[in-house]
């Protein structure tokens, strides 16, 4: 099997982990997502040239890399590994030739659409079948406020790809509270307001990722951000200058999540995951982790670019379940698939609310795991907004079982996962949808010691 899955067009590429034995040593995860994203976009909206150290580069940062080229931006990577972006200034982006193919990401879309709706351009978004299927209306309603047109594809009300969208300059200077946290909602409306006249106002009842905030700031835009019995309220003034920025990415804490997971589940395990950024508003499930008995030590804490990191160093525990605080969710909304699976190997039953965002992701991430888990033997009880999972005290789990990891690449590695400790084989029908965001994820796996089976 070629373990450096890429998502073609291509045969499924199934794929069966093992662990004969502890996994043990010291790895990385690539660079942050989040973080990657808004260095690209940002890079490429400032006057000069923008250094990036540590980029992920997964397809779904590919794809926002890309949309930039198409609207005037340099960008390209180096001999060193490192990536060079020279920026077009806010205001300054082209009309794109063509569709801007965002393949399987919404972080690309979501954003994106944000820093078009205040510049005088029109673009239209597509993408696979995933990406296709999933709302876009949170952040289209916000955006048509600030005068921004836009029109897609209705899909039985839930505004879907594709969408064509046409900027509005002057765009309107927009107060708007957030309905839903929502790191990406927040994010589009305060790119929308780079170049809007003006001063553009967020407010945030339940506070999310805050990486758009720091790095806008670390560009130098006029930002503020305060705590008040309101909520987080983040105000930006527009028609900014940003300056050009040595970014250095830490490690995404949402890929060190697998790696994280599976030493708590297999016996023995004893390793150290390094440069994972514990931003606050991402170190949920450490937390909640920690909380089941996870043995995690953060070592070597440090602040790098403005974001903190740690080196995490996790040995197999005795996992307990509990209920999770649902007022954490945003700060690990994308680890709850890898959290549903170390729920099944804690004792007792973990109770997990107020995820109903998982239903409107890569796939009905609720939906799909709660079927996956059960085929593999863990009991389970899907609730409209969440799971309860059934330990099973540490033993192994059945397996037994192919999943279908429906095009969404948290699923198929949290099942890849799940399988290293099961009775008999877990398969997941395509992996190919991992290289998204972990293109390395099978390899690091078996650097810990874990095999492929055939």
């Known amino acids: 099997m070629n373990i ?39 890079g490429a909206l400032a006057v000069g040239e923008t250094r990036i150290t540590g980029l992920l580069e997964g397809e779904d940062v590919l794809a926002t890399a890309g949309a930039m080229r198409a609207m005037g931006a340099g960008i390209e990577r180096l001999a060193d590994g490192s990536w060079r972006v020279h920026g077009v200034g ?3 982006l082209l ?8 393949g399987n990401s919404g972080t ?6 944000g820093l078009i709706a205040s510049h005088p351009i029109t673009a239209t978004f597509v993408g696979d079948a995933s990406l296709s299927g999933r709302p876009m209306g949170r952040v289209i309603t916000p955006l048509q406020m600030m005068g921004a047109a836009i029109a897609a594809t209705p899909g039985a009300g839930r505004q879907t790809l594709p969408l064509t969208i046409t900027g509005a300059c002057p765009a309107i200077a927009l107060r708007y509270r957030l309905p839903v946290a929502s790191a990406q909602v927040k994010s589009a409306i305060l790119l929308a307001g780079l170049n809007t006249p003006g001063e553009t106002v967020v407010i945030e009842p339940i506070a999310t990722r805050d990486h758009s905030e720091r790095m806008l700031a670390g560009f130098g835009a006029n930002l503020a951000v305060a705590e008040t019995p309101e909520g987080r309220i983040i105000t930006i003034r527009g028609e900014a200058e940003l300056k050009p920025q040595d970014i250095i990415v830490p490690g995404d804490p949402s890929s060190a999540a697998f790696p994280m997971v599976a030493a708590l589940i297999v016996p023995g395990s004893d390793i150290i995951i ?42 197999h525990s005795s996992l307990t379940g509990i209920e999770v605080p649902p007022g954490g969710a945003p700060s690990m909304i994308d680890e709850y698939p890898v959290l549903f699976v170390a729920a099944a ?26 079927q996956g888990l059960v085929a593999c033997g863990v009991a389970c009880e899907e609730l409209p907004d969440g799971l309860i ?20 690449h948290r699923i198929a590695m949290s099942f890849a996962v799940l399988g290293l400790n099961a009775a008999r084989p877990v398969i997941i029908d395509d992996a190919r949808p991992i290289s998204t965001s972990f293109p390395g994820f099978v390899p690091m796996i078996c650097q810990l010691g874990a095999t492929v089976r055939d």
């Open 4 to 42: 450096h899955m890429t998502t073609d067009n291509g045969s499924p590429q199934p794929l069966c982990l093992a662990a004969t034995g502890p996994l043990t040593g010291d790895v990385t995860v690539p660079g942050d997502k989040s973080i990657s994203h808004r260095a690209i976009m940002l």
């Open 90 to 92: 806010v205001g300054g």
């Open 95 to 102: 009309q794109p030739a063509g569709a801007l193919d965002m």
């Open 108 to 113: 690309s879309t979501r954003l994106l659409m």
């Open 274 to 315: 390094r440069n994972v950024g514990m931003n606050p508003t991402r170190a949920g499930l450490v937390r909640v982790l920690q909380a089941m008995g996870g043995r995690i030590d953060l070592r070597n804490e440090r602040t790098v670019g403005g974001e903190p990191v740690a080196d995490l160093h996790v040995r």
């Open 345 to 370: 190997f804690a004792q007792g039953r973990t109770i997990m609310r107020g995820i109903d965002e998982l239903r409107v992701k890569e796939s009905d991430r609720i939906a799909v795991m709660s």
């Open 389 to 408: 999972v059934d330990g099973r005290g540490g033993d192994p789990v059945a397996g037994g079982a192919t999943v279908a990891a429906c095009l969404d």
